[in-house]
Every structure is written in structure tokens, then in C-alpha cells.
């Protein structure tokens, strides 16, 4: 990034956050064609990797900018110089996680979040997703989620819906058979029969999806929500089958979670204080090892 900006360690500032907000950027900014317009893809889709890799607290920042690189402009500079800044306050940053049960204890966690009209320009949400093994002495995060929804929601409901379809169908269905099977491997002689039980095969592992939306949790409970018809021709999202899974599969379960405990809501928006910053990124297991998360000299104490 400096190579290819001409700039210097010493243009780098120290922040405590990724992202800057939409509100501090000036509108003319986001006409008016960057400097690094003609490089940015090769900087952006390096730190992409690094993000999908071990890096979860910077796939939301970078995602914006991926989605920016064949039409540039003046604010993916502000937004990339910014993002480019923490990653070097944080190069010994890493993912950790910690495993102290065996398989057959351990549960799949699924925590889902969605902004609502995050972006000021076409008012579309994002989705979130965060995908860990956890049990009482594990938290083992393996996959991550950001994705911008191709509609504009109504409501937070229905964002939240959305973004709950899309985590459930692409990655933890698939997990929770890849589970079973694991847990199937180390624990053999009490391995399920193969039977079925209504109309979902019955499975050894279970996938607990973490929700701090109660309305959400109220119409998939009810399995209906004529006020939200429309989504399965505005999203193509068919709701109906959601609810269905999540009620009648044994192995899917949906509970509460407070928004402070919400690990998924770093992947959904980028405006936040350093407290709040630091405290998801503890949720998500990223920082340093060994170490609590803190910010020295970043505009607030650690």
C-alpha cells in the first residue's frame, strides 16, 4: 500500500477502529474519481485474503472497498488509508480459539445479525454471520460471513430474516452434517441409528442460532408473518422454508442473545466507539495472544 500510494510508516496514523463513519465523509467525495484508482484492486483483494483467512474484524471494512474497485473514488481512499492504519495498530493481531471438550459435547453456534439500511447511498442492509464450535470449554470460531443483501428491507425484521436465511442455507446446514460426522468418528459405539425423524434425518449434532431480534424469534416460533409475503419476490428468499427447518428439524434450535453478546454484529456496520470495537472483537476471539484487547494511543483508553 505505501509502494503503490507514495506514502510513508509515517503517514499511517493510529486508530482503534477499521471504518470510518458515512456521516464524516463529504458527498462530493464520493463522486469525484481517487487518486488510486488505477492500484486499488491490488491492494484491496490482498487484505480480503487476509480478512477470510484469520482476520474477521476486517472483513466488513474491506468488503465495502471490494465492492468499490471499478468505481473508485475520493472516499475509498479516506476508507482504505484508514483501514490500511489499523491493520498495521494490529499486526499481531491473530484469530485464537480454545478447545477443552470432546466433540460430542459441543454444539454448533450460529450468531446472525443484520444492519438495517446501513448504506446512506442505496439503503440496502448487510448480512453478518459468525459460525463457532462451542461447548463449556470451547469457542473455536470457523467461519465468517459479510454480504450486502440485493434489496431494500422494510424493516429490521425483515433484515434480520434475510440475513438468518442466508447463514442458515449456504453454511450451517452443511456444518451441522459435517459435525455429525466428526462427532460420529470419535465416538463411535453410540453412533445414531439412521432413521428418520419426520421429515429431517436425525442428526447427532445440533446447530443453535443466536438471535437478539425478539420479533424474529416470535414469528419463526409462530411460523408465519403475513407482513413480510413479500420478501420471497423482493429477496427471493422463501421464508416459509426457514421457519419450517427451524421448527420442525430437531436438530436446529433458535435462541436470544443479547446485542452486547451479538458476536456477529462487528460484520454488519462500521461505525462504532473503541469500547464497543474492542469488546465484539474480544467476542470473536481476535486480538493478541495472550492479551486482553486494548488501544493504546487510539483516541481511548484500553
Known amino acids: 500500500y505505501l509502494e503503490l500510494a507514495n506514502l510513508t510508516m509515517g503517514d499511517l496514523k493510529s486508530v482503534a477502529t477499521p471504518c470510518i463513519d458515512d456521516h464524516q465523509i463529504a458527498p462530493e467525495d464520493f463522486e469525484a474519481k481517487g487518486v488510486l484508482s488505477p492500484v486499488a484492486f491490488r491492494i484491496v483483494l490482498k487484505i480480503l485474503y487476509l480478512a477470510r483467512i484469520c482476520r474477521v474484524d476486517l472483513l466488513w471494512s474491506v468488503n465495502v472497498l471490494a465492492r468499490e474497485v471499478t468505481k473508485w473514488n475520493v472516499a475509498c481512499d479516506k476508507r482504505l488509508h484508514r483501514l490500511v492504519s489499523y491493520i498495521q495498530c494490529t499486526k499481531d493481531w491473530v484469530q485464537k480459539s480454545f478447545v477443552g471438550d470432546h466433540p460430542k459435547h459441543c454444539k454448533i453456534a450460529m450468531f446472525v445479525d443484520a444492519s438495517f439500511a446501513g448504506d446512506l447511498r442505496d439503503s440496502e442492509s448487510t448480512t453478518g454471520g459468525l459460525l463457532a464450535i462451542v461447548g463449556p470449554r470451547t469457542f473455536a470460531p470457523i467461519m465468517w460471513l459479510c454480504k450486502k443483501q440485493t434489496a431494500v428491507s422494510h424493516s ?106 451479538q458476536a456477529a454484529v462487528l460484520l454488519t456496520k462500521g461505525s462504532f466507539i473503541a469500547q464497543t470495537w474492542s469488546n465484539l472483537c474480544s467476542l470473536a476471539q481476535v486480538g493478541t495472544p495472550g492479551k486482553p484487547n486494548g488501544f493504546k494511543n487510539a483516541g481511548g483508553d484500553p
Open 156 to 261: 429490521s425484521t425483515e433484515a434480520e430474516v434475510v440475513a438468518m436465511e442466508a447463514v442458515l442455507g449456504c453454511e450451517d446446514i452443511p456444518a451441522l452434517n459435517l459435525w455429525g460426522e466428526v462427532i460420529n468418528v470419535f465416538d463411535p459405539k453410540s453412533k445414531t441409528p439412521s432413521k428418520d425423524e419426520g421429515n429431517y434425518p436425525q442428526q447427532r449434532a445440533e446447530i443453535v442460532i443466536l438471535e437478539d431480534n425478539d420479533a424474529v424469534i416470535k414469528i419463526t416460533v409462530k411460523g408465519r408473518s403475513p407482513a413480510m409475503r413479500h420478501v420471497n419476490r423482493t429477496h427471493r428468499v422463501n421464508i416459509d422454508w426457514i421457519f419450517e427447518r427451524i421448527r420442525e428439524d430437531p436438530a436446529i434450535a433458535i435462541k436470544y442473545v443479547n446485542t452486547k453478546q
